[in-house]
Structure formats: structure tokens, C-alpha cells
């Protein structure tokens, strides 16, 4: 393979000369002496080290994609995550750009490894510890944020109708007779999507009598083995709720099963409704129930509003909400007599 140092012998020129001409730095160099580096790295195949021209200064055509890492968790092991991460590479490469994950646990680690590669810019996952604000001030990077609901006037993001799409499965729920429903999913304590979805699920229900009881609000991880365990705590204590709104389809078909083994039937006792739209929520029986999100859309958006930021340098910031649907299943019925 062949090095910086091969290029310099080559055209006859010290290797840091090579150095300025591959990092664009030319003000110096003279255009004959350009034209021999050139056709030195051609003849040879040189291929500049991503990470060292990076650490140059230059632009390093990486962009970061930032997310919050859970100690003893494997890294975006949901198929959302793993769905929008493979788009986001996907679309990121086309644009001549390479993704890199960057796991948040602590933000001083975070900030000091999208310096340290010198990112172009990075791709921001709600789930992260930091504000936008403070990413934006400590990173020194551009960036886009998802499912963000904090500091959003001052920020580029791409959400989707998190409240719409659950005020949706309100509506259905209510119109199916269901007036006692149970949600399940994460901390609603700050500002985001599961409280939003929360909020939206009470307004579809309340518009036909019914609403989520402060008692019926169970606060889990998101995981299948999560779904069952609440489905449990739901029939050990009798709840007379009659459907349960997961934030989450995989969560919902952890709830679904929980309740089976219990010995409620579903949707015939129980109905349950997901948020995602999964492919997999198609693969169990009967079909999930569920609220679409386009996810593909999504991570599309985000990386175009990114490189759409580092072309054009800041501006007003570009914001999205993108629509969910309906995706009917079967495990929403009518609320038993």
C-alpha cells in the first residue's frame, strides 16, 4: 500500500507538500507542482487516511450519529433504531459522507469524540442527555435533531406527529367502546415523544367519555420482556382496564404475550395498540395493531437538512413534522360487555 511518503518521492516534492495539496491547503503551491502530486497519487493509488486528514483540519466527510448508550444494552438493538441508522448510512453515503456511531453516556466524552474526528456534523437522537442548546454550544457542530422537543425554535429537526398518531389510537379505542385504557412506556417527566403520546392518547379517548388513569400510567423500559412484566402487574392487581396503548409496537408485543400467558385473550379480554408500524408487527397472530411511523422518511430528511446546513452554512434552521398512519392489525376490538 502505498504512503504519503511514496507520493512526495514520486512527484519530487516533501511529503508536506502532498499533505497541503490533499487538505486543499494550495495557496502556496505552485499549479505545476500540484499537477505532478496529482498524477503521482493517481499512478500509485494513494488513498489519504480519513482519520488523519481529519485530525488536519480538513473536512473529514463524517457525519456522527449520536444516540444515548445504556450500560449492558447492545448499541441501537431496537429494529427502529437499527432501521433508521441503516438509512441514515444509506443516505449518507450517497453524498460521498461516512456515518459514525457516537455512544453518549457521559457528554464531555460524547463532545470529545466528535472533536477528536473533527465530524462534519452529526445527527442527534433524543434519547442523548444533552439539550440541543447545549450540544450545539459544546460540540461546535452543525446538527440535526430527532423526535426533539426541547429548544425547538432555535434548532433544525425532523419529528413526527407523535401526539396526532396517538390521539388516533385514542380515537379508535374510544369508538370501539374502550372508556378505561392503560399506557405503557418510558418516563413522561421531560418534555418528549413518550408525552407526547401520552397527551395525544387522552385528548382521542376523552373526545367519547374515556381518558388514562394516573393509576393506569405504567413507567417501564422499552423491550419485549418490559411489556410482559407490565402486562403482569396489570392482571395481578385486577385493573378493570379493557385496552393497553403501548409507546412502542415492540413493547405492545411483549404486552400482548404477557397478557396471554395470564390467560387473557387478545383483543377478545384486552385489546393493545403499538406506535411504530415494525415490520415484525405484521410476523406475530394476530397483527399488531399499530400507529405507522416513516421512518425511512425520517432518517432521509435528517441527513438531506444536514448536508443541506453544511453546504449552505447556518441560516433558519430546517424543521419537519412528519405524518403517521393507521396500520390496521388484530388486536384492537370492541371493549368487552
Not at 72 to 90: D, H, I, K, N, T
Not at 125 to 141: D, K
Not at 215 to 232: H, P
Not at 314 to 337: D, F, H, N, S, Y
Request: hydrophobic share 40%; aromatic share 6%.
Amino acid at each position: 500500500m502505498s504512503t504519503l511518503r511514496d507520493v512526495a518521492a514520486r512527484a519530487g516534492v516533501s511529503a508536506m507538500t502532498v499533505s497541503n495539496v490533499i487538505n486543499g491547503r494550495t495557496g502556496k503551491v505552485s499549479e505545476p507542482t500540484i499537477a505532478r502530486v496529482q498524477e503521482a497519487i493517481a499512478a500509485l493509488g494513494y488513498v489519504p487516511s480519513a482519520a488523519a486528514r481529519s485530525l488536519a483540519g480538513s473536512s473529514s466527510r463524517i457525519l456522527a450519529l449520536v444516540y444515548e448508550a445504556v450500560p449492558g444494552r447492545p448499541a441501537l438493538e431496537s429494529p427502529y433504531e437499527s432501521m433508521f441508522v441503516g438509512v441514515c448510512e444509506q443516505a449518507a453515503r450517497a453524498e460521498g459522507y461516512a456515518l459514525m456511531l457516537c455512544g453518549a453516556s457521559k457528554a464531555e466524552d460524547t463532545v470529545a469524540q466528535l472533536r477528536s474526528w473533527n465530524v462534519s456534523g452529526a445527527i442527534v437522537m433524543a434519547t442523548t442527555r444533552m439539550t440541543p442548546s447545549e450540544f450545539l454550544e459544546r460540540s461546535g457542530v452543525p446538527a440535526v435533531f430527532i423526535d426533539s422537543y426541547r429548544d425547538g425554535d432555535g434548532i433544525s429537526y425532523v419529528n413526527i406527529d407523535d401526539a396526532g398518531g396517538a390521539r388516533m389510537a385514542g380515537e379508535r379505542l374510544g369508538s370501539a367502546g374502550h372508556r378505561r385504557v392503560a399506557f405503557v412506556g418510558p418516563t413522561t417527566d421531560i418534555p418528549g415523544v413518550v408525552r407526547e403520546r401520552l397527551r395525544g392518547l387522552r385528548g382521542g379517548l376523552a373526545d367519547h367519555g374515556g381518558g388514562v388513569e394516573r393509576r393506569d400510567v405504567l413507567l417501564t423500559e422499552v423491550g419485549f420482556d418490559e411489556g410482559i412484566a407490565a402486562a403482569a402487574r396489570l392482571t395481578e392487581r385486577r385493573s378493570p382496564v379493557t385496552a393497553v396503548f403501548a409507546s412502542g409496537d415492540v413493547l405492545a408485543l411483549g404486552v400482548a404475550a404477557g397478557l396471554r400467558r395470564a390467560g387473557r385473550r387478545v383483543p377478545e379480554d384486552v385489546s393493545v395498540v403499538g406506535f411504530d408500524g415494525l415490520d415484525l408487527a405484521r410476523y406475530v397472530d394476530p397483527p399488531l395493531t399499530t400507529v405507522r411511523q416513516p421512518i425511512r422518511d425520517k432518517a432521509t430528511a435528517a441527513v438531506a437538512y444536514l448536508l443541506d446546513e453544511l453546504r449552505d452554512g447556518a441560516g433558519a434552521p430546517r424543521q419537519t413534522v412528519l405524518p403517521v398512519a393507521w396500520q390496521e392489525g388484530g388486536t384492537l376490538g370492541p371493549a368487552p360487555i
